[in-house]
């Protein structure tokens, strides 16, 4: 696999995460079967694609990455669906996650 397969891989597992967060969230406890099954589904392919990733990519760039797009997606999906508060502060400090996931892909491989 090349590099450039290995960085799409990780960045479909950092949106399946968010989809799963998602998904947790929808499930309400797990309690809704549908979107219990879809958390399932959607956590197996975000690891099934980061461990590939894996095999290319540096473990310590690949893993900042990767929590990074899932802490941001999430936010921005708890903003944007969940009407959570988008205070100053935190689109802030969203800027400040995405510079570094940028800076860590720009040094990384």
């Not at 995460?17 to 969230?25: F, G, H, N, Q």
């Amino acid at each position: 696999m090349t590099a450039g397969i290995a960085w799409i891989l990780l960045m479909l597992s950092g949106l399946l995460d968010v989809a799963w967060a998602m998904s947790v969230k929808m499930a309400d406890g797990y309690s809704r079967f549908g979107w219990s099954i879809a958390s399932f589904v959607l956590l197996a392919t975000f690891i099934y694609c980061l461990g590939k990733s894996l095999q290319v990519l540096p473990l310590g760039t690949a893993y900042a990455v990767w929590t990074g797009l899932g802490a941001i997606g999430s936010i921005l999906v708890g903003i944007v669906i969940f009407r959570e508060p988008a205070t100053v502060a935190r689109i802030f400090w969203i800027g400040v996650t995405l510079s570094g996931i940028v800076g860590l892909k720009l040094t990384g491989s």
